[in-house]
């Protein structure tokens, strides 16, 4: 009996990791994957916030991120940031282009869903859900784990480039 009841226990973890094959968080719309989600922690009572997600195109063709709103702020949109004169400046962008072979990654100092109005500080070890809208895919929500205060990009994120100084 117990050892029926284990032997069915690794089957259904064996049938869970052909359907979660990769990173727990990712989310399938489409063609499109959309993974390592996360979020800063509030430092204190901040209003505002960001959310960052790595957008991948499995398919042929191009599609665009249009939109994105999240319940825990008044607003979410999409920003860029970049140095201008040696002044970090942040802009918003209305469509981001999500092209097949390479991965749209967002990320502090880049590409970031702003959140404006956030109704509580964002908490480290919660999550909360983000709707995305695509030009062709249409919308889909993911869960956005909500990292330390000083993250600067999702654990399970690949190594890219330097380590840094
Ligand atoms: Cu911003």
Known sequence: MTVKAGYRALVLIATMAVVFPAIADDTTLGALTIGDTWARASAGPAKAGAAYVTITNGGAEADRLI???TPVAKKAAVHTQMMQG??????PVVAVEVNPGEPTVFMPGGLHVML????APLVEGDTFPLTLTFEKSGAVEVRVRVLGVGATRHPMHHKMGG???
């Open 86 to 91: 040696g002044i970090m400046k942040m802009r």
């Open 116 to 119: 404006m109005g956030l109704k």
């Open 67 to 69: 939109a994105a709103a």
């Open 163 to 165: 380590s840094g100084s």
